[in-house]
């Protein structure tokens, strides 16, 4: 029998031990910390808002804004991307304080979209891949977050929430929508500032949710969040008690829901502690003895399942003391690796080439002294083994696991001869590094 008849009856064999093994283990490397990333002197140089994936032309890249005028040794202002490898600046960058950042495509195509504040204005901006354009006039107050939103009959808008009265003279509290040529308000808007802002379909229709600050959303009683669609406000029962600063859409195995976090204490007649969900009908509870400012969610699959993600200023999630960032995994919540130290205020999925990681910014660091400065990536991280691709110290079946999956999703982990394509030779490849075993 040939060499490669022998490895393709090898991984017909491995198969079967796959399939078992998928039950009875989660797939793919542990995640951790990387601190090689961003240690003193190597990120931001001073606090991250906001995080965005986007492909100006050049590439996909992490996105980050904030408060920071340097990242590294390279000159920024308040924005710049980094491709996994390098920092670059985006044009001449923003002024002022960067708190939101989203990829919109208004019919013209994708583009880069920034929010935030110069002093008491607040703006929005627009990346083209060659200049920033401001959207309108400054605004009455700072902006504080954006997203994309399609009312019925109409095309997708971009929306704007923040701690702003008015935009050009025209009122317009707490959330705005931009036409094209102007802002204009949604309705009677907010008593109060908008902080939060995102889509989810309850099962009837997408709506556009806001959250934050307020006690009433166009006349309607609903305190810290409400639902805009077809031009009507609506509350979520009697919203929160307390305020809003984060949202995110997540599915813990019963279906997506609407997941919100900020500081409150209840959420419509339930008892819930700074984080809370909302099936689209009624409000439930997301685990007991929860203490902190949420700040900021997502749901992010690290390997071991999607999780619900969520970082702020925390103490304690589920009785447990946890600082800074926290994970559901739908019956009970877990510390994110090492403590987090100081406050999260973003977070981001993106593959910077080594598989989809979380990336996390704040005012922050994380590991060790002086490593993970304002910005953190979570994660696998490469073996010194390259063999050991589910990083746990072993060659086992599990490896081959992670390499079946590897090479499904065409990432370069699994080009294990390095010719950029995926054929039976990275499958020998690998299988020969494998019986060479880890030094």
């Not at 984060?246 to 409150?264: C, I, K, N, Q, R």
Request: proline share 4%; glycine share 18%; hydrophobic share 40%.
């Amino acid at each position: 029998m040939t060499t490669l008849a022998k490895s393709c009856l090898l991984m017909t064999i491995l198969a079967a031990w796959l399939l078992l093994a998928a039950d009875a283990r989660g797939q793919g490397c542990a995640p951790q910390w990387d601190e090689s990333l961003f240690g003193l002197g190597h990120g931001p140089d001073g606090d991250v808002m906001a995080l965005a994936v986007h492909d100006d032309g050049s590439g996909s890249a992490l996105y980050v804004g904030g408060n920071f005028d340097h990242v590294g040794s390279l000159p920024v202002e308040g924005i710049a991307r980094w491709d996994g490898e390098s920092w670059s600046p985006v044009g001449s960058g923003l002024p002022g304080v960067v708190s939101a950042l989203v990829a919109f495509d208004d019919g013209n195509g994708t583009m880069l979209y920034a929010g935030g504040a110069v002093g008491t204005n607040g703006f929005v901006s627009r990346w083209d891949g060659e200049e920033w354009t401001q959207l309108g006039p400054f605004f009455g107050g700072g902006v504080q977050a954006l997203a994309a939103y399609a009312e019925p009959l109409y095309p997708p808008r971009l929306c704007a929430a923040g701690n702003f009265r008015w935009i050009d003279g025209r009122f317009a509290h707490g959330v705005a929508r931009w036409s094209g040529r102007s802002w204009d308000a949604l309705g009677e808007s907010l008593t109060s500032a908008g902080l939060a802002i995102g889509t989810y379909d309850d099962g009837t229709a997408e709506g556009l949710y806001v959250g934050g600050s307020f006690t009433r959303a166009g006349g309607v009683d609903s305190k810290g969040i409400a639902r805009w669609h077809a031009g009507v406000w609506s509350a979520l029962d009697t919203g929160v008690g307390g305020f809003v600063e984060a949202m995110a859409v997540h599915d813990d195995g019963d279906g997506p829901d609407l997941y919100v976090g900020g500081s409150f204490d209840w959420a419509g007649p339930t008892s819930a502690e700074a984080v809370a969900r909302w099936d689209g009908t009624a409000w439930s509870t997301v685990g007991e003895d929860n203490s902190g400012l949420i700040r900021a969610m997502i749901s992010h699959d690290d390997g071991r399942g999607p999780g619900l993600f969520v970082g702020g200023s925390l103490y304690r999630m589920g009785g447990t003391p946890i600082r800074g960032f926290a994970r559901w995994d739908g019956s009970e919540w877990s510390a994110v690796g090492e403590l987090v130290s100081g406050t999260v205020f973003a977070a981001a999925e993106f593959d910077d080439g080594r598989g989809k990681a979380l990336y996390v910014g704040g005012s922050m660091s994380v590991g060790s002294p002086g490593h993970s400065m304002n910005l953190a990536r979570w994660g696998c991280l490469p073996s010194p083994c390259r063999a050991d691709l589910d990083g746990d110290g072993e060659l086992t079946v599990f490896d081959f696991l992670a390499f079946q999956n590897a090479f499904d999703a065409r990432s370069p982990l699994a080009d294990f001869d390095g010719d950029g394509d995926f054929t039976i030779f990275d499958f020998l490849a690998f299988q020969n590094e494998f019986q060479d075993g880890c030094a």
